[in-house]
């Protein structure tokens, strides 16, 4: 479903992520996982589209990036890390923009606004003031707004920032569900236990290069008590090499 080829991206003489190659299957829940200044929002932001990478190649549902841009594109959803709301209009209003930019036939744009807002419990509230809502209703429209298309992928850069308890459980189900319909959620999050809770794979970011990559399980060695314990051996012995490869 996701296929990245050597994906890099450099600024100037900074290497912010290094040659990238990673596959990710249909139906997958992939965590990315990171400390800051790994590169976790620049690969997404690549794979969303939003940003050229210097080089390599992304494929989404078979389609070339590249070749193919738009429709690419067409297949994507995305949450970034600091998602823009227009907060004079309602959520309804709001969504049927969305739907304008996908293209969506204008005749289903309502009953599937209805029934993403209803799964994300925003519908008693659709035709209220975007500027009215609290921060976790607009994290919960953001993510109406990114599968309202019904993407093969959904890219998602910290969801859980903000929201209450019922939110993010209202969230982590909806990634699985996702999954179970034969879509592929790619999950960036400092979120640990939600990773280890809702993800099938996990891979590691440091320093730009994937470091680690497979299932929780198969990651751990027997000190290892969860996934943050993973995170935190792999990312100390990865600064560990860094330093000692620094002072040589």
């Known amino acids: 479903?996701?296929?990245?080829?050597?994906?890099?991206?450099?600024?100037?003489?900074?290497?912010?992520?290094?040659?990238?190659?990673?596959?990710?299957?249909?139906?997958?829940?992939?965590?990315?996982?990171?400390?800051?200044?790994?590169?976790?929002?620049?690969?997404?932001?690549?794979?969303?589209?939003?940003?050229?990478?210097?080089?390599?190649?992304?494929?989404?549902?078979?389609?070339?990036?590249?070749?193919?841009?738009?429709?690419c594109r067409k297949r994507i959803g995305f949450i970034p890390d600091r998602p823009f709301l227009y907060e004079k209009l309602t959520a309804r209003e709001f969504l049927a923009f969305i739907g304008g930019i996908y293209s969506m036939e204008p005749e289903s744009i309502e009953p599937r606004t209805n029934e993403v807002l209803q799964e994300n419990g925003l519908l008693d509230r659709a035709d209220e003031l975007i500027e009215a809502y609290s921060h976790g209703m607009k994290q919960r429209l953001v993510l109406s707004a990114a599968i309202l298309h019904r993407p093969a992928v959904l890219i998602v850069d910290e969801p859980m920032v903000?929201?209450?308890?019922?939110?993010?459980?209202?969230?982590?189900?909806?990634?699985?569900?996702?999954?179970?319909?034969?879509?592929?959620?790619?999950?960036?999050?400092?979120?640990?236990?939600?990773?280890?809770?809702?993800?099938d794979r996990v891979g590691i970011l440091y320093r730009g290069r994937i470091v680690a990559l497979g299932k929780v399980d198969e990651l751990m060695k027997s000190d290892d008590a969860d996934l943050e314990a993973v995170f935190l051996r792999i990312t100390e012995e990865e600064e560990s090499a860094h330093q000692t490869g620094g002072m040589t």
């Open 162 to 199: 903000g929201l209450d308890p019922h939110g993010a459980r209202r969230i982590k189900n909806l990634f699985r569900e996702l999954a179970n319909d034969g879509r592929t959620v790619f999950l960036s999050t400092h979120s640990l236990d939600v990773a280890q809770e809702v993800c």
């Open 1 to 71: 479903m996701i296929r990245l080829k050597g994906i890099a991206k450099r600024y100037g003489n900074f290497q912010a992520v290094h040659p990238l190659d990673l596959e990710v299957n249909r139906g997958e829940v992939f965590g990315f996982l990171g400390p800051n200044g790994a590169g976790k929002t620049t690969t997404n932001r690549i794979l969303a589209g939003v940003l050229p990478a210097t080089e390599g190649s992304i494929e989404i549902d078979g389609i070339s990036m590249e070749k193919n841009p738009v429709e």
